[in-house]
């Protein structure tokens, strides 16, 4: 089983940037594809993006988070960012990480509010 947590969200300006963190439990990180997605107030839980495992070479994005968002991962700190650039009110949600291994893995969840 592998546990997940979200850290780094807060309130931000519209225009501004936000790093967000997840941490995993375990020693087999690197095996697993990581995925944020995010979940706006009366809206269903969205995808936002995913990182292949291993050294993460490979990464998609939401057409709408596309070239503002990026995903990086670092394995010896068993952690997946998410780094947004050029925020906008529409981004406002709680932000999920999730691992994809034999099953997959969700974390509790950080809110992220961007004001305009």
């Known amino acids: 089983q592998v546990q997940l947590v979200e850290s780094g969200g807060g309130l931000v300006q519209a225009g501004g940037s936000l790093r967000l963190s997840c941490a995993a439990s375990?020693?087999?990180?690197?095996?697993?594809?990581m995925g944020w997605f995010r979940q706006a107030p009366g809206k269903e839980r969205e995808f936002v993006g995913v990182?292949?495992?291993?050294?993460?070479?490979?990464?998609l994005y939401a057409d709408s988070v596309k070239g503002r968002f990026t995903i990086s991962r670092d394995n010896d700190k068993n952690t997946v960012y998410l780094h947004m650039n050029s925020l906008k009110a529409e981004d406002t949600a709680v932000y999920y990480c999730?691992?994809?291994?034999?099953?997959?893995?969700w974390g509790q969840g950080t809110q992220v509010t961007v004001s305009s």
């Open positions: 999730a691992a994809d291994g034999s099953e997959t893995w």
């Open positions: 375990g020693r087999t990180f690197s095996r697993y594809a």
């Open positions: 990182i292949s495992r291993g050294r993460g070479g490979s990464t």
